[in-house]
């Protein structure tokens, strides 16, 4: 397994640029079954996660051409689902990736039937999927689980519903736009996400002919059709990779522009970041972030749905809050259990305590470099900030979890005068 060896306590100078959003393509690639005639996706970004989505897609009949862009920064991915050959998302594919639960409703919706496996929880929590399993149901699928597996079925095709959401969940409201698209009559979505994945995923079905309207707010209205075409479509830049690297300039004192990041899909952090110490203006290319004074202050946050602090950051903000002057609560309100990194940052010289759903962080001056453990996602890149920021060497093993996410995170930070390089794990 690889990890990352990284000398810290360099300031981050210069530019990065933000890859295609892993959270909007990964359900525009589920998209692709909704058509025979095929979808185009530019800027998808190159990561573990996109090839198990294509993995699995091919799995389904759909042929793939994936091909990496001039600007190295992402790749082109072309899906042609001209037959649904196989309907089934076997566990082994769904328990490396929940995102293919995704999968449910396109292939419903087009072929009428669907055998996805239960995604099970994974570090972050227990993650049911019971809204996505609602909201198929209320449009006419017959669902039953059977060993592990979900059984969907709709002979007759899909109608259109008026569908409430008890809670915001990106996904479900994802899965029951995708399967209202070829649904016979109107869908409402109701307290739907609001993320700009949702608003990006909505672009795409438009341009494939769906009628969609509302995507961004909490209630959508789609208008089902019979069939959708072939459209080319650009991932929208990833607004948590940009988050991520915006703290991780902030953590080492640095300046650094983030080119394509769009300042309207990161508000709420960029509000909290400005309270902290940290300046975030628009430049033509992207971002600009630098501090606005020479220490940094904690500052409390909840993590929220879309527009509110993501949970995504929350991790990366937290490992901020460890190096700020004064203390800082993070409560996290969207997952049970993404405190993982929270020892791993203790073993760093971090002070933090756990209450419940809330920590308490107080800042100290100096993290200690020390070899530390990749949990999850968000989890690993929070441990490779502190490790940016921290005096000596950190060692993040297990990184893995990091390539899910991030694509090229060390050349990325290495560009910046980080000093950073993946190693064999001895
Ligand atoms: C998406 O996950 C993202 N993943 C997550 O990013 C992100 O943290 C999450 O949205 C919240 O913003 C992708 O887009 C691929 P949810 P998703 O359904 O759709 C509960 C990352 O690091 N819930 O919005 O699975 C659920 O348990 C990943 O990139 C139900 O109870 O999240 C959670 O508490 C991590 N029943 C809350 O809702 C359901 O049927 C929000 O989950 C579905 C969800």
């Given at each position: 397994m690889d990890r990352l060896r990284i000398s810290g306590g360099?300031?981050?100078?210069?530019?990065?640029?933000?890859?295609?959003?892993?959270?909007?393509?990964?359900?525009?690639?589920?998209?692709?079954?909704?058509?025979?005639?095929?979808?185009?996706?530019?800027?998808?970004?190159?990561?573990?996660?996109?090839?198990?989505?294509?993995d699995l897609l091919n799995e389904l009949g759909a042929e793939l051409t994936i091909k990496r862009d001039?600007?190295?920064?992402?790749?082109?991915?072309?899906?042609?689902?001209?037959?649904?050959?196989?309907?089934?998302?076997?566990?082994?594919?769904?328990?490396?990736?929940?995102?293919?639960?995704?999968?449910?409703?396109?292939?419903?919706?087009?072929?009428?039937?669907?055998?996805?496996?239960?995604?099970?929880?994974?570090?972050?929590?227990?993650?049911?999927?019971?809204l996505h399993l609602m909201a198929l149901e209320s449009m006419g699928a017959q669902i039953e689980l059977e060993a592990g597996y979900i059984h969907a079925f709709a002979p007759k095709g899909l109608h259109g519903s008026r569908i409430t959401f008890p809670t915001i969940s990106v996904g479900a409201t994802e899965n029951a736009m995708m399967a209202a698209a070829?649904?016979?009559?109107?869908?409402?979505?109701?307290?739907?996400?609001?993320?700009?994945?949702?608003?990006?995923?909505?672009?795409?079905?438009?341009?494939?002919?769906?009628?969609?309207t509302g995507a961004g707010s909490d209630t959508i209205y789609i208008q089902g059709k019979p069939g959708l075409s072939h459209t080319n479509h650009s991932v929208l830049p990833d607004r948590i990779e940009a988050g991520t690297f915006a703290m991780a300039a902030a953590m080492t004192s640095g300046n650094v522009e983030l080119l394509g990041a769009k300042l309207s899909h990161i508000e709420a952090a960029a509000t909290i970041l400005k309270e902290c110490g940290v300046n975030l203006t628009e430049t033509e290319r992207g971002l600009r972030v630098s501090r606005l004074r020479d220490r940094l202050v904690g500052v409390d946050v909840m993590t929220e749905p879309y527009p509110g602090f993501p949970t995504d950051l929350q991790a990366q903000f937290m490992a901020l809050m460890t190096t700020a002057d004064g203390a800082s609560m993070v409560t996290e309100t969207i997952f049970e259990n993404r405190f993982m990194h929270v020892p791993e940052l203790t073993r760093m010289g971090a002070n933090i305590n756990i209450h419940g759903s809330s920590a308490m962080i107080r800042g100290t001056s100096n993290l200690r470099g020390a070899p530390v453990m990749a949990t999850d996602l968000r989890a690993s890149v929070s441990l490779v900030l502190a490790g940016l920021a921290a005096e000596g060497e950190t060692i993040v093993n297990r990184i893995y979890h990091l390539d899910r996410g991030y694509d090229q995170v060390e050349n990325k930070l290495k560009a910046c005068g980080a000093e950073i390089r993946r190693e064999k794990e001895a």
């Open positions: 360099h300031p981050l100078v210069g530019e990065i640029p933000i890859s295609g959003a892993k959270n909007a393509a990964l359900p525009l690639m589920a998209a692709g079954l909704l058509s025979d005639d095929g979808l185009t996706l530019a800027n998808v970004p190159n990561l573990a996660d996109i090839a198990s989505m294509a001039e600007n190295n920064q992402g790749q082109t991915v072309r899906i042609h689902a001209q037959e649904i050959t196989n309907i089934e998302a076997p566990y082994d594919i769904v328990r490396k990736m929940r995102a293919s639960v995704l999968v449910l409703g396109p292939l419903v919706a087009r072929a009428g039937e669907a055998k996805v496996s239960l995604p099970g929880g994974c570090a972050i929590g227990n993650r049911p999927v019971d070829l649904a016979n009559g109107e869908t409402t979505l109701i307290n739907a996400a609001r993320e700009p994945e949702i608003a990006d995923l909505a672009k795409c079905l438009i341009g494939m002919g769906a009628e969609i």
